[in-house]
């Protein structure tokens, strides 16, 4: 079997786990999904090895919710998509780490991975710019607003006007935008939203990694399903 591990040193990594599927095998349940677990390779000719394995930590409550389990596989799919293999990935992996363990926790996961999806997009180079037009740099706070996706951020409604594939930012999405860029986890969790800014927020950042990525997050359908995305 091979598996597809996040580590802080080596990055992604695919590695062969042999006979982990078989009843009895010692190491299958430390190498579910969305286990946090401590791993001894061995060097192969293509692939690594995996001789020994032992779980850290299991996120049972997240593992014991489907709405919770598919908000994880998203994160984990983003981080998937998003990442290459064999570079070192520390920001990555300890912003990952949390946001599984915030997701076993919260009672709000829709506002974990707003807050994920923004500080994995700052820490991999596709910050949106949410501070200044990205086009003529005035501020977009002013009544009329957009953002685009291919401009990268902002956009004040003058240029939003000219800009194809502009979408209408609320005032109160922007400043939901610009306190989830910064504010850390815990605070992130905290913050009252209406149903409208989160939905708007959800469809706003799906676009916009959409359009980094090139392609949808198959993970994403079946979230907007479950309702975890847009879960209050």
């Known amino acids: 079997m091979i ?10 990594l695919r590695v062969v786990a042999r006979g982990v599927r078989r009843p009895g095998s010692k190491m299958g349940g430390h190498l579910d999904l969305l286990i946090y677990s401590t791993l001894l390779l061995a060097q192969g000719q293509n692939l690594d090895v995996v001789t020994q394995a032992q779980t850290r930590e299991s996120f049972l409550a997240l593992r014991d919710d489907l709405a ?5 596989m998203y994160a984990a799919e983003l981080v998937e998509r998003f990442t290459e293999e064999q570079g070192e990935l520390q920001p990555v992996f300890r912003l990952f780490l949390e946001t599984l363990r915030r997701l076993s926790e919260t009672p709000d996961p829709a506002l974990v991975l707003r807050h994920f999806e923004l500080n994995l997009l700052g820490l991999l180079g596709f910050r949106p710019e949410l501070d200044a037009c990205v086009l003529c740099g005035r501020s977009p706070d002013a009544e009329g607003r957009g953002f685009s996706a291919a401009s990268g951020g902002v956009l004040c409604a003058e240029c939003a006007a000219t800009e194809p594939m502009a979408r209408l930012l609320s005032r109160a999405g922007l400043e939901a935008l610009r306190f989830l860029q910064r504010a850390g986890a815990a605070q992130a969790e905290r913050a009252q939203l209406s149903a409208e800014v989160r939905e708007e927020l959800e469809r706003l950042l799906r676009e916009y990694i959409g359009f980094v990525l090139e392609q949808e997050v198959r993970s994403a359908a079946f979230l907007r399903e479950l309702g975890a995305g847009s879960l209050s």
Request: hydrophobic share 35%; no cysteine.
């Open 3 to 12: 598996l597809t591990l996040l580590t802080p040193y080596r990055g992604k």
């Open 68 to 72: 919770r389990t598919a908000a994880g």
